[in-house]
């Protein structure tokens, strides 16, 4: 059941058209991806989900709502983390939970909310002095706090370092695993890849493509690359015309075989028929980031320091 439903979505500002008819559903229970480089339109996307701003055409649907007719409904029944929300830094941490909680008629127990994010300890703590990974936690928080049915994460873990972003991850699994339908807004691919049951890619304020992470891989079509070595010389040309295979290139004794469906099998096989001992083999298969450079022809960079505004 589709708690989303997004048609023909456009917003221009000025001259810019920052988001150009996109159209996607969202499924009741799903981790929802939209990704795309700094400037792709997914942020101007979500923030015309949620009701913060006014579509120039195409029509929304969120939990059979209008989010311009039915907003202030819709704000009762979906969490909002946005892109760099930055709290006053001598708002307590109790403090914010506390009052983000009286902004609903029903909502989660914010001394329950807090123990449950591992935030028990930092009630009385400033957020300026929170690390990042607790600020993320916060931020975590404070979009669950309404107990919401929907909760929409907008490049939650940018910035993190590896391990605190790996606790963000797991956070966002277990809100999933309570229940709540996630929309989650990154340009980061190995997030993407590794919370995602489905992602929807941008790239200029477009969907490029729309599917699972396996998907976007076999839509891109890209191949494998075996790599090994080995001690003495063969007929490459035994293995150029296996079906699986597309291209061998030898380098000294390094080998390396592109191609697709079972190759490693295909590969190995063709080797012992010829008595040939491969050593250091390797297989790398196509990820995320590939599909997304073959799909759009440009790389998604992950450090880029775009700023909040130029991610419309």
Known sequence: MAVIEVEGLRKRYGTTVAVDDVSFTVEKGEIFGILGPNGAGKTTTVEC???LRNSDAGRISVLGLDPRR???RLRQLVGVQLQQGILPEKLRVGEAVRLYRSFYSEGADPDRLLADLGLDGKRRTAFGDLSGGQQQRLAIALALVGNPVVAVLDELTTGLDPQARRNTWQLIDEIRESGVT???????????ERLCDRIA????????????PLGLIRQAALDQELTFRVTEPFDHAVLAALPEVSGVVADGDE?????????LYAVSSAL??????ATETRLRQAQLDDAFLALTGRELRPNDSSTPEEDR
Do not use: F, K, P, Q
Not at 272 to 277: E, N, R
């Open 255 to 263: 080998v390396r075989v592109s191609g697709s469906g079972n190759l």
């Open 49 to 51: 989900l949620v009701g």
């Open 272 to 277: 012992i028929g010829l008595g040939v001992v």
């Open 201 to 212: 890619v941008i790239d200029r304020g477009r969907l490029v493509a729309l599917d699972t």
């Open 70 to 72: 039915d907003r202030n």
């Open 182 to 192: 996630v929309l989650l807004v990154t340009h980061l691919m190995e997030e993407a």
